[in-house]
């Protein structure tokens, strides 16, 4: 793979720009994605980054997670998101940023994070695969404190279309249900998610107001699926052991304003490695916002 070192991260602002250019007539990707497209053969990088004490503080008052000596788990996410866009963006890209759906994303923490260590980041996409909603794509990111690799972060992100697999059998969708009294409560509302955005950098137009997520076809903003994924760690993520592997998925989106049910719950590690799942379930008819788990490595 070839490396392209920057001596910063790039503004999320900026690659926000091109990501929006990128769906113009004319200038954007255009028509379905073949399966056997090719990735760019790109590895970005950067070095000696110094972790912004009051852009975590922000982080954790945006998602309620503590704020302390070490990196909340989901803030690597954070630390290499500009990556990550900057890797969807370049021309060699097989399909858009914006538009592209967060379907699934896994953490592997192999130690706590101090806020003042610098970090090194090298992120590249991988994996260009069919799905029955399209095609999927890997950005994969490695985190590393000098030459010790200390976490690597992999979205698995969707281009929707169809496939040679759209016509497969599907499982029947989950019915409807009133769900069972929640472990927290999770509210949240335009405000927060601005603030996450601000915080986080992801400032997709889906999150920032009512009218530019109806022009994506939702009826209101949205909260980030990383937001969901940090917020219903709360309660947990101090008892969670330092090497640990943090597996969410993405179901429908929370609209917001919204009030949602948050379920915790400890495996006891008797069938295997012990930790937790989690879910987050719309409150009146109980589908999935999102399920996940979280095991030592």
Aim: aromatic share 6%.
């Amino acid at each position: 793979m070839a490396t392209v070192a920057l001596t910063r991260l790039p503004a999320t602002s900026d690659v926000y720009r091109s990501a929006v250019l990128g769906m113009l007539p004319g200038i954007g990707k255009s028509g379905p994605v073949r399966p056997d497209a090719s990735l760019p053969d790109t590895v970005y990088t950067v070095s000696n980054l110094t972790t912004d004490a009051d852009q975590v503080r922000a982080y954790c008052s945006a998602t309620g997670l503590q704020f302390g000596e070490f990196l909340p788990l989901t803030f690597p996410f954070v630390a290499q998101f500009p990556l990550m866009m900057q890797t969807m963006v370049a021309k060699a890209f097989p399909f858009g940023a914006v538009g592209s759906v967060h379907l699934e994303n896994r953490i592997h923490r192999l130690r706590p994070i101090s806020i003042g260590e610098p970090l090194s980041i090298a992120t590249h996409a991988e994996k260009l695969r069919e799905h029955r909603k399209g095609i999927l794509v890997d950005v994969v990111s490695r985190i590393s404190v000098g030459t010790e690799l200390v976490t690597e972060q992999v979205s698995t992100l969707l281009s929707q279309q169809r496939t040679s697999l759209s016509d497969g059998e599907r499982s029947a969708p989950p019915k409807d249900h009133r769900p069972p009294a929640p472990d927290v409560s999770l509210a949240v509302d335009l405000g927060r998610i601005r603030a996450y955005a601000g915080a986080s950098g992801d400032r997709n137009p889906i999150h920032m107001a009512n009218l530019t997520a109806k022009a994506f076809g939702f009826p209101r903003a949205i909260a980030h699926g990383m937001w969901t994924a940090a917020a219903i760690l709360g309660s947990i993520e101090a008892h969670l052991p330092d090497d640990v592997v943090y597996e969410a998925k993405f179901g429908k989106p929370i609209l917001l304003p919204a009030k949602v049910n948050g379920y915790v719950d400890a495996v006891d590690g008797s069938s295997g490695t012990s930790g937790y799942d989690v879910s987050v379930l719309n409150r009146s008819k109980g589908y999935p916002h999102l399920t996940g788990t979280l095991r030592g490595a």
